[in-house]
């Protein structure tokens, strides 16, 4: 769901994360977030997104219904606006 949201809702979302961990650890103000997840071992929003997305990919294949299959394909629907898909993860 946020893999493919507008960079600026996951910036906001991220933030929030970062914040919250900052609060919980009691961490100094020094300490970069990308420090702060990895000592904690969480992964940032694009990061989960991403997992999640490719666990949900490699099971699209082998799914029973034809219709569910289908959306495993690699072409994407003509955009009408700069939309992201949660297929263009795999890219960044």
Do not use: M
Not at 32 to 55: I, R
Not at 81 to 87: D, N
């Amino acid at each position: 769901l946020w893999g493919s949201s507008k960079p600026s809702n996951t910036r906001t979302l991220q933030a929030f994360q970062s914040i919250c961990l900052r609060l919980i650890t009691s961490s100094p103000w020094y300490v970069t977030n990308k420090n702060l997840h990895k000592d904690l071992k969480l992964p940032t929003l694009n990061e989960l997104a991403k997992s999640h997305y490719t666990k949900f990919f490699s099971k699209l294949h082998t799914h029973y219904n034809p219709l569910i299959q289908k959306l495993s394909s690699a072409t994407h629907a003509p955009k009408r606006l700069k939309r992201l898909w949660p297929r263009d993860l795999f890219k960044a």
